[in-house]
């Protein structure tokens, strides 16, 4: 596939562009990349890190001339093994340009917009808005602690928060390569920045640009129309889902199938007034009814509803602990230097033998367990007394009309509820926020004994009632762990598993899955297909038509890994077949 000739060329031109320290081709430095936060990765021939907005041009540049794949990567914090490699079977050698040394954010019409560059956080949004009295589409990341800006509109990532749906905008720069192989660059921010794709890079980097460059053009920097949409409680289909292609457009929901260097979006005022209710309950159809009478009769729609079943409370409180501990203690800003330091520590336990694989995970398991029980005593009670728990967000008028709400409801239903202090509050949100990543670290502690883990990502139709899973006997005995957590007013549900040892995960997705079809559920709900989903006839059109050579992120969403979107044959002798 590759020859000493070309291996030396292109390395040459990266590290030129680049720098050594910032072209990385060692396969101890690569892993770290080419490896996804749960699951999947492959060989990577080099990994870069620009520095800028031009120098990653320069190095799609080398990349296209060369003739090779390209992965675009900003914080790996994906699910579903989206902004890795996945196996072997690539017919190019495959270039992963890191991003997030670029994670500059640039404020427009005194904060109501931003520009986010291509490593730019929700963390670092929400810092830059706060003094100005706004805050970001979606805050820490569902699932994902850590998680980019562009990776989140990329992958038509959900969020949290009610009014706002699935990270969407119209407004974005990428690069993309031309059906006739020309990498060429597009400027749809809205803002005047030159001719030339160096010019505007710079431009743009630079803030070389005047409010009179600025146009506000008649196209979406979030999904406006969500709040309508959630409300209409009896709909067959689910409010948001990854394949919708109502909101496929050009960087939202291509899944690095161009190289996005910068999105513009919306931000929405901070609430004068904010309070947060945590319920409880052993009945899901309560959870239900109060779904849908909040969704289709307030007034005033809740900010948010993050659900959490007891399995879920118990394996985050123990395994989510450490991360919980440094972002209640040190704050966001320093989750992506504990990140930096996870890797320079695994990397260097890979050198010794006698050393256990993700020793940073087991290092930091030991010391969380060292502290006191970081949850309040309220919480506590209510996961001693209820299998169900719901952290419902009111803000300005809508706490009164959902405190009026519930005094009244739970007159006459099983279940209480509780309006959080300031502080529980906190705890509450963080503690389901870190629940994304407390099974990984459940199954690194536990592995041995177990299977594999397997996540679900389902959007359940509005309408649907049954909403929590009751699995067949047969599935159920295959099962070690499960774990479920989601945003109930979307329907959208975070069901994951480890198997018990020896079980075919992929067999018993693929029945589960098979049940889900047969319930108009969409899935994923918000964190693409990555390398476990196939992606459905909308969503694969969308990307042959953005990226018609597959030059990007080859063989996303079980599609062809490649060049102009070739099939392997069954008489291939190269490097395996994948149809």
Not at 324 to 353: E, Q, S
Not at 466 to 493: N, R, S, T
Not at 530 to 549: I, M, N
């Amino acid at each position: 596939m590759t020859d000493t000739s070309f291996n030396l060329d292109l390395a040459a031109e990266l590290k030129a562009i680049v720098g050594n320290q910032y072209t990385l081709t060692d396969e101890d430095k690569t892993k770290p990349y080419s490896q996804g936060f749960r699951l999947g990765g492959g060989k990577a021939y080099a990994v870069v890190r620009p520095g800028s907005l031009v120098e990653i041009w320069k190095c799609l540049q080398a990349c296209v001339k060369a003739d090779v794949i390209v992965i675009m990567q900003a914080a790996n914090t994906g699910l579903t093994g989206g902004s890795t490699p996945n196996g072997a079977d690539y017919d190019r050698p495959i270039v992963i340009i890191s991003t997030m040394r670029i994670d500059d954010i640039q404020l427009l019409d005194q904060g109501k917009q931003i520009v986010g560059f291509a490593g730019s956080t929700l963390f670092g949004l929400e810092d830059t808005l706060k003094p100005y009295g706004r805050e970001p589409h979606s805050v820490i990341g569902s699932s994902c602690i850590g998680a980019s800006i562009v990776g989140g509109v990329c992958n038509n990532s959900g969020g949290a928060l009610v009014q706002r749906g699935p990270a969407y905008t119209e407004m974005s720069l990428f690069a993309q390569v031309t059906q006739d192989g020309e990498l060429q660059l597009v400027n749809n921010l809205g803002i005047e920045l030159g001719t030339d794709p160096e010019e505007i890079l710079a431009n743009l980097q630079n803030k070389k640009y005047q409010e009179k460059d600025i146009q506000f053009p008649d196209k979406r920097g979030s999904d406006n129309e969500y709040h309508e949409r959630i409300r209409d409680v009896d709909a067959e289909t689910p409010s948001r889902f990854n394949n919708d292609p109502r909101r496929l457009y050009e960087a939202s929901g291509c899944a690095g199938k161009l190289a996005v260097f910068a999105v513009r979006i919306d931000t929405f005022p901070i609430p004068e007034k904010y309070q947060v209710f945590y319920i409880g309950t052993n009945d899901p159809a309560v959870m239900e009814q109060m779904r849908r009478d909040m969704l289709s009769t307030f007034k005033n729609l809740p900010v948010s509803g993050e659900y959490m079943h007891n399995s879920s409370y118990d394996i985050s409180k123990k395994y989510g602990k450490d991360s919980y501990l440094v972002i209640d203690k040190l704050g966001t800003k320093y989750i992506p230097k504990m990140f930096a330091l996870k890797r320079t520590v695994d990397r260097w336990a890979g050198k010794l033998k006698f050393m256990p694989s993700k020793f940073s995970d087991i290092m930091m398991q030991y010391a969380s367990q060292l502290f006191p029980n970081h949850l309040p005593k309220r919480m506590e009670d209510f996961r001693e007394k209820y299998e169900h728990h719901w952290i419902v967000e009111t803000s300005n008028d809508g706490v009164a009309e959902a405190q009026a709400y519930l005094d009244n409801f739970f007159k006459d239903n099983e279940g209480d509820y509780f309006a959080c202090t300031k502080r529980e509050a906190d705890q509450a949100i963080l503690h389901r926020f870190v629940t994304g990543g407390a099974l990984t670290r459940y199954h690194v502690m536990n592995g041995k004994d177990l299977g594999s883990i397997m996540t679900i990502d389902v959007a359940f139709p509005r309408n649907e009632r049954d909403w929590f899973e009751e699995l067949p006997q047969d599935i159920e005995d295959k099962v070690a762990v499960k774990m479920y957590y989601g945003h109930f007013f979307c329907h959208v549900m975070h069901q994951n598993y480890i198997m018990k040892k020896g079980v075919d995960a992929k067999a018993v997705k693929k029945q589960i899955l098979s049940s889900y079809d047969a319930r108009g559920a969409e899935y994923p709900a918000e964190h693409n297909v990555g390398h476990e989903y196939v992606a459905k006839p909308a969503l694969r059109e969308f990307y042959q038509k953005t990226d018609p050579t597959n030059s990007f992120n080859s063989g996303i969403g079980g599609t062809s890994k490649l060049k102009n979107w070739q099939e392997l044959s069954d008489e291939h002798t190269g490097c395996g077949c994948h149809k």
